[in-house]
């Protein structure tokens, strides 16, 4: 155990030993093992955006079991997937790399205004297939945003009563929102806090922009004189609303990009005091041995 490890399970003092366990595991695999800095691999895309938009630039990728070796390999801190894929190799695989279970999904064969992921596994598959989390996305700015929330509560509370670890990915998206608000960053920062709110214990965001979304929030950072003029700044603000920093905040990769731009901005999030990143696409689209090599980059930044 680091200085630094025990100084973030000190924040989930509330948590049962069984719940700080599973973060210990978290913080203590990997690449990173100890540092407080978490890269994630999410494969969840398959369902999210559906199969050849995933896996077709890097065929291996649509064998569940590509998955399970691509994290042990880039030494990544966890693997989150949905349950579909996590059934296919947790046995397999057991033990050897903390697994996180996306609880909801939604697809985008129907394209709805107001998204609403469905309930797609349970706390008790979690625990079957020996996971340290539960996954769950809300999207703040829906109009069935409450409904999520409420689930997500009910959620967190058994999966916290077995000594499981709660990830939230918040992405704010809906109709109360504009598409260049979904990362604005008031917008993202409130997210983060809701997320925090409702009992995360790891909370993912986008990377945020210079854009504020809402007309009363843009006087406060204007009298503020809130910092949000670089990534650096806009990540320092996220980590802030996140209980002063008393909570994990990591970053999202988004779609393939260039891997000189990917460590950008990556060095922003680091520089910002972010916890860390999950990195799906820009991981799993990219052939095996790139693919370990950027996210081993990618860690050597947050290893500063
Ligand atoms: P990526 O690195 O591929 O963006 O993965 C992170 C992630 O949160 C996935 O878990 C999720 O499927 C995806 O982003 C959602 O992306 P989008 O908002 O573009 O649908």
Known sequence: ?????AEILSWYDADCPGTRGNIFRLLMTGRLAGTGRLVILPVDQGFEHGPARSFARNPPAYDPLYHFELALQAGCNAYAAPLGFLEAGAARYAGRIPLILK???SDTLYKDKDPCSALTGSVEDALRLGCAAIGFTIY???SLRNAMY???RELAESAKRRGLVVVVWSYPRGSGLSKQGETAIDVVAYAAQIACQLGAHIVKVKPPTEHVEQEEARKVYAEQKIAIGTLADRVRHVVQ?????RRIVIFSGGEAKGSDDILNEI???????????IVGRNSFQRPLPE????LHAIQDVYRG
């Open 103 to 105: 609880l909801n999904n």
């Open 140 to 142: 703040p700015g829906s």
């Open 291 to 294: 693919a370990v090599k950027l």
């Open 1 to 5: 155990m680091t200085e630094r490890v």
């Open 267 to 277: 060095r922003g999030i680091h520089a910002g005091g972010g916890f860390g990143s």
């Open 150 to 152: 409420q689930q997500i």
């Open 241 to 245: 609303s996140s209980f002063g920093g």
